[in-house]
């Protein structure tokens, strides 16, 4: 006879076979995969406990039919048949299990869950849980609305809604983030992750007061809450309190930092050392960021090559791509793409222009990635090397673009439309094909000013940016794009303006003016307000976030000087470009 603990550590040794034959019976869709798993475990000598199982999944739920099996087989047939016997168990069973799997199995979560829906499809706890699985596996509209769907059902569910939040910041729905936030703490005033989500937006908006106030209100609950500290050490900083924000940055580490805001806040205190003259401490910090997400790349399976080998790609297949037709191809207006390498000025430069009353523009939206899926559909269609693209699939390209700037903007018919992505100049190749009549604004700031600033930065971990862990990888980067450009803009009908990052602190109006000349249009006084104008936009998502809501500043420039020891080994490669430039 077994004891309790026996029965237990039977149940626990087949937990996913009693999951997947309850799952089977309430979805057919599992059926195959408990198929195959009752394949297996006849050959590994289950065949009583696998005849049980199929007179289960043929509808039986009488015990007694069940007599002749050995203990073991019985106390997991029993599980079995007590859990079918009660859906509401049933239910919760699934849910459970489904928590348990939502990072090691988010395949099995998702069965789980939707074997719980279709149980109970008003339930507001499945919908919930459905909202997490679908945020895990990055299905983040979907995801969205699940949460709704659940909060539809049943209104004051705080957790719900702060994971709602976090998806909706992932999709940058900023605005819509806050208000969720927002009301998390309407039903829980003391809720100090909300507090953390909303005081982070609020900074990030230049809401600086309102901030302060969340910050304040949180520390007060928790005196060592790592997060608040963190965001207060970053006000701090934008307070030019440079000795307070580092304390209170190291404070949040002590305290506890999340992981996630470990690259931010050792990359913040890098700059805050730099700042103070302590270069050694600042290479430290900026070192010890970047050991953080080269570890966080290689856990999300973040390779840089895929990057380079894409330029490489594109580069050469633009060049060999033909487009048949004239250049009218549709109604719109080819844009102006603002490009350059990465912390060259580019965020400032949209901010400037954006204040022109004629100008609309968008910053660092995937629309020319979505050209480029488009893109390789076709050549995937045509199965060769020199890409050949009619009329048809030309409008076909720009019609993807065009739909993706829908999504964001709805475009003004005498306005210039402007295109801020920097590493959109991998790409003028085929931009070029499929927009004969764009023209280009190249941002440029000193090479190795350049290259040391995305060392030093906190970027979005992608292919591209994981480039920029350490001085090698980012010099190399700078040169292949940026000799690209210069060899193709040089030899195909590209028009473009250069504009300098140095030129433009040093002599706003004039640098401004030339731009504007290119564009043809007039000065508007409004750009005299582009700080002001950042400030009151909302949240901004580039890694310049805080820098383009301040005043020209001059201290960024030919910093590269205090670290000359990191480019010894570089100088030859950036060389031509440096003078290339004028520098």
Not at 186 to 196: G, K
Not at 457 to 482: P, Q, R
Not at 543 to 569: C, G, I, M
Request: net charge negative.
């Amino acid at each position: 006879m077994s004891t309790p603990q026996d029965k237990q550590n039977i149940l626990n040794e087949n937990k996913l076979l009693i999951d997947m034959t309850v799952m089977s019976v309430c979805n057919s869709q599992v059926s195959s995969d408990l198929e195959n798993y009752l394949i297996v475990s006849v050959v590994e000598g289950w065949q009583q406990l696998v005849d049980a199982i199929r007179l289960v999944l043929k509808g039986e739920r009488q015990i007694e039919k069940f007599s002749d099996l050995d203990e073991e087989d019985s106390i997991v047939i029993e599980k079995i048949l007590e859990i079918l016997a009660k859906p509401d168990v049933l239910v919760k069973s699934f849910l459970v299990s489904a928590q348990q799997q939502l990072y090691t199995s988010p395949a099995n979560a998702l069965m789980l869950v939707n074997s719980a829906r279709d149980m109970t499809p008003e339930n507001p706890m499945v919908h919930a849980m459905l909202g997490q699985v679908l945020h895990v596996q990055g299905r983040l509209n979907e995801s969205v609305t699940s949460y709704r769907k659940s909060l539809a059902l049943l209104k004051e569910q705080p957790q719900v809604l702060l994971n709602l939040g976090v998806v909706l910041n992932d999709l940058k729905q900023f605005e819509d983030a806050i208000l969720v936030f927002a009301q998390v703490l309407d039903y829980q005033f003391d809720n100090l992750d909300a507090m953390s989500h909303l005081a982070y937006l609020y900074e990030r908006s230049y809401k600086l007061d309102k901030s302060k106030e969340i910050i304040e209100k949180g520390l007060s609950i928790n005196p060592q809450h790592p997060a608040l500290t963190f965001i207060s050490g970053k006000l701090q900083q934008r307070a030019n309190n440079k000795m307070e924000a580092i304390q209170l940055i190291k404070q949040s580490l002590d305290f506890g930092l999340p992981p996630v805001l470990y690259g931010d806040a050792y990359s913040r205190l890098g700059y805050l050392y730099d700042q103070v003259g302590e270069m050694r401490n600042s290479i430290d910090c900026f070192t010890q960021a970047n050991s953080f997400y080269v570890k966080q790349c290689q856990e999300k399976g973040i390779d840089k090559k895929a990057f380079n080998n894409e330029v490489e790609y594109l580069n050469v297949l633009g060049k060999k791509m033909t487009c048949e037709g004239d250049d009218d191809v549709d109604d719109h207006t080819d844009p102006i793409f603002l490009i350059g390498f990465p912390r060259s000025g580019t965020t400032l430069l949209n901010q400037i222009l954006d204040s022109h009353g004629g100008i609309q523009t968008l910053e660092e939206k995937p629309l020319v990635a979505n050209l480029i899926n488009k893109l390789y559909e076709l050549s995937k269609q045509q199965n060769t090397d020199a890409l050949s693209l009619g009329r048809a699939n030309l409008l076909e390209l720009r019609r993807a673009y065009f739909n993706s700037v829908k999504q964001y903007l709805i475009l003004k018919p005498d306005n210039v439309f402007i295109d801020k992505f920097p590493l959109n100049i991998a790409y003028v190749p085929i931009l070029a094909k499929v927009f004969p009549k764009a023209k280009y604004i190249l941002a440029l700031r000193h090479p190795c000013d350049a290259c040391l600033s995305c060392f030093m930065h906190s970027f979005g971990l992608n292919s591209a940016m994981s480039n920029f862990t350490n001085i090698e990888d980012t010099v190399s980067l700078y040169v292949k794009l940026m000799s690209n450009w210069e060899k193709y803009s040089t030899t195909n009908n590209i028009k473009f303006h250069r504009i300098r990052y140095e030129d433009t602190i040093d002599n706003f109006r004039q640098e401004t003016i030339q731009i504007l000349k290119f564009l043809g249009l007039d000065w508007d006084d409004e750009i005299n307000a582009h700080t002001e104008n950042a400030r009151s936009g909302g949240v901004i998502d580039t890694p310049s976030y805080d820098q383009v809501t301040e005043p020209l500043y001059k201290h960024a420039v030919y910093r590269w000087k205090n670290y000359k020891s990191l480019f010894d080994l570089h100088m030859n490669e950036l060389e031509p470009l440096i003078k290339e430039y004028g520098y």
